[in-house]
């Protein structure tokens, strides 16, 4: 069954602590991506990574960081710089970076205290 | 850099009437995605328009890409209850990552 896993679903944390959030493909993808999602924001590109060993920032990295160490596994660390890091987090991937559908994940709801 | 702004932010329609949600640019898309993102679940890809002036259509949904590639718009005809969600267009910024409209929520009342 392929498909993207992320987990966990809901992450509780406190403030100052940094937290990695898991984001596992096996289906093969070249391309993946990190999401926040807001209420009223859209969807806001974090990290991507065309291929193992390389990633670009997005919009928004500052307070992120990512690591592309095998090709189905893309973990974001949201650390204790980031402001505001209570969000909806999404990882997708594709099959290469441009002109390719995106597979969403199920997503990680993280809440910081 | 680019943006792809997408308007209404919301819209609710009565079971049976149409739904129409656009998507504006101000530079020329090489391409556009759409997906749809069911109330706590996440987004699934629906469509890519690459071509000028091109419609495609998948059953009640009827999306088109403009002539100068610079909008786009998603047609439901007769919504229906399961329609519901936030529809998002999706652009690539300067042959990177895609980038995402803020979306528009469609509810739909029975």
């Known amino acids: 069954d392929g498909g993207i896993t992320q987990s966990p679903k809901y992450l509780f944390r406190k403030e100052g602590q940094n937290v990695t959030l898991s984001c596992e493909q096996n289906l093969n993808h070249d391309a993946m991506y990190w999401y926040r999602q807001d209420p009223g924001q859209g969807l806001r590109l974090i990290y991507y990574s065309q291929i193992v060993n390389d990633f670009q920032k997005g919009d928004i990295a500052e307070g992120y960081s990512v690591s592309r160490e095998k090709k189905e596994s893309f973990p974001l660390t949201v650390t204790s710089a980031q402001k505001n890091p209570t969000a909806f987090y999404l990882c997708a991937s594709s099959i290469r970076l441009l002109g390719y559908e995106q597979y969403f994940g199920p997503g990680t709801r993280l809440t910081v205290t | 850099g680019q943006q792809v702004m997408q308007i209404p932010q919301y819209q609710h329609v009565q079971e049976g009437e149409d739904f129409t949600t656009y998507c504006n640019s101000s530079?020329?898309?090489?391409?556009i995605q759409w997906y749809k993102q069911r109330p706590g679940g996440h987004p699934v890809f629906l469509i890519q328009?690459?071509?000028?002036?091109e419609v495609k259509k998948q059953k009640r949904l009827t999306f088109q890409f403009g002539e100068a590639k610079k909008n786009s718009s998603l047609h439901i005809t007769a919504t229906q209850t399961t329609d519901v969600g936030t529809y998002f267009c999706?652009?690539?910024?300067?042959?990177?990552?895609?980038?995402f409209g803020k979306g528009t929520t469609l509810s739909v009342s029975s």
């Open positions: 328009l690459v071509k000028s002036g």
């Open positions: 530079t020329t898309l090489s391409n």
């Open positions: 999706a652009s690539p910024e300067g042959g990177t990552a895609l980038i």
